[in-house]
């Protein structure tokens, strides 16, 4: 077996010299009708069907502000929830509140091959801020629209399925020249066939905002290594799709890409992506100058000692609204006061691109934004959808 470093550079010179012939060509390809399934695999995950409406008097943690608590629930074979615990022992308290409500809430079971089964499902609940309930987000909704693509892959991964993934990716050139009014990055979407080995047999691009670089970039993902799809430990075929992110401060020509070795940043962990479908969202919001980390601002001197966290509303234009940060303990005064101060740091400097489905088109986003001083010209701003991502692809 060739070394995958060696293997790489011959990767690159092989993308380098389609990238010429791409450049000189500069035409999108055409673009392939994409059908997602809702079923996969033969499973059919549950979704609620009655979430209860109880007093918000009975469901409130006082000095509570809002924070994501991941939990892991046992849906049963007739749609009742018969177990629900955390994920991290910090949020016990947490569940002890609210688990009667959690339980109340009622499922569509989940089945297998048509047969109505027992399944466990991972949930991400916003825990609510003062006068308001606690939020839930499913891999499958109510009104059976999937749009955590995230959380809907790992609910098949605790049902069975090991989805495919990248073992390595390699080296590319070709940074794109971001343009004046740009509101997301460019992207190129392709989709890979794999057989039950993990070797890809066909790849094809489907959608590419920098079409330039596609054929290089169909040329990596050639000599790129995957794992293969199994369900029920048995390896299979299976047809999925891979994105390259064009991010602004990856270096060019880019290194290796292996997760599993080093301590990779936000983007180098989110730069290239695998997903078994079209459903959901492909790319939730990311900060466009300051990822997920610290910002000097010099409004941080304003915030208090302890963390912060709101509700972050980022509209498709890339617009993005923040509310909701209020302690209890605070008054009315020092809430407005650090409102402003979070919306002024968030306003100055950061600037989002908006979410995108897979026709890559815009789409609005509702998450959680957590602020903690590190100092007075220094805030620590973190996203609860990109730590939720970021532990995933250490996993």
Same mark, same amino acid.
């Given at each position: 077996?060739i ?30 009708? &994409? ?6 695999f ?10 209860p409406?109880?007093?918000?008097? /009975?469901? &409130?943690?006082?000095? %509570?502000?809002?924070?994501?608590v ?41 089945? +297998?091959?048509? +047969?109505?089964?027992? &399944?466990?499902? !991972?949930?991400? &609940? ?5 006068? /308001? ?6 891999p ?9 693509t995230?959380?809907?892959c ?9 989805l ?10 070709g ?10 990055y460019?992207?190129? $979407? ?10 890809? /047999? ?14 290089? $970039?169909?040329s ?6 995957y ?6 430990? %048995? @390896? ?13 401060d ?7 890409l292996? $997760? ?11 730069? +290239?992506?695998?997903?078994?479908? /079209? ?5 939730? !919001? ?16 304003k ?11 980022? %509209? ?5 609204r923040?509310?909701?940060?209020? @302690? ?23 600037n989002?691109?908006?979410a ?11 998450? $959680? ?27």
């Open positions: 077996m070394d995958k470093t060696i293997k790489s550079a011959l990767a690159f010179v092989s993308v380098a010299c389609l990238a010429l012939i791409a450049g000189c060509a500069g035409t999108p390809g055409e673009q392939l009708v &994409m059908q997602p399934r809702r079923v996969h033969g499973i059919h995950l549950p979704y609620p069907e009655r979430i409406v109880y007093d918000e008097d /009975t469901l &409130m943690i006082k000095k %509570e502000i809002e924070r994501a991941p939990l892991v629930v046992t849906v049963g074979a007739g749609g009742k929830v018969v177990d629900v615990r955390v994920e991290e022992a910090g949020d016990a308290l947490a569940l002890a509140h609210y688990a009667p409500y959690i339980r109340d809430i009622r499922f569509e079971p989940g089945m +297998v091959d048509s +047969v109505k089964a027992e &399944m466990d499902i !991972p949930v991400v &609940m916003h825990v609510a801020a003062p006068g /308001t309930r606690p939020r839930f987000l499913f499958v909704e109510r009104n059976r629209a999937i749009i955590e995230d959380l809907y790992q609910a098949l991964e605790m049902n069975g399925v090991t495919p993934g990248i073992k390595w990716f390699p080296s590319y050139g940074k794109p020249v971001a343009e004046p009014r740009q509101k997301s460019p992207y190129i $979407l392709l989709r890979v066939s794999l057989d039950a080995a993990g070797t890809a /047999t066909t790849i094809e691009p489907v959608l590419s905002t920098h079409p330039a670089f596609t054929d290089q $970039l169909v990596a993902a050639n000599w790129a290594e794992t293969p799809l199994a369900v029920a430990g %048995e @390896p299979r075929e299976s047809e999925n799709y891979v994105l390259i992110s064009f991010f602004e990856i270096k060019y020509p880019t290194p290796l292996d $997760l599993n070795t080093g301590n990779p940043s936000l983007s180098e962990r989110l730069r +290239v992506r695998i997903y078994p479908d /079209t459903v959901g969202l492909m790319a939730l !919001p990311i900060p466009l100058k300051s990822g997920t980390g610290s910002v000097n601002s010099a409004n941080a001197k915030l208090p000692e302890f963390p912060l966290s709101g509700r972050l509303i980022v %509209e498709p234009g890339g617009i993005i923040l509310s909701n940060i209020s @302690p209890d303990s605070l008054s009315i005064r020092e809430s407005r006061n650090l409102q402003l101060a979070c919306r002024q740091i968030m306003g100055v400097r950061v989002m691109a908006p995108l489905d897979f026709q890559g088109q815009h789409q609005p986003y509702v998450g $959680l934004v957590r602020f903690e001083r590190q100092s007075e010209e220094l805030v620590r701003i973190d996203y609860s959808w990109l730590s939720r991502i970021l532990l995933r692809t250490v996993d």
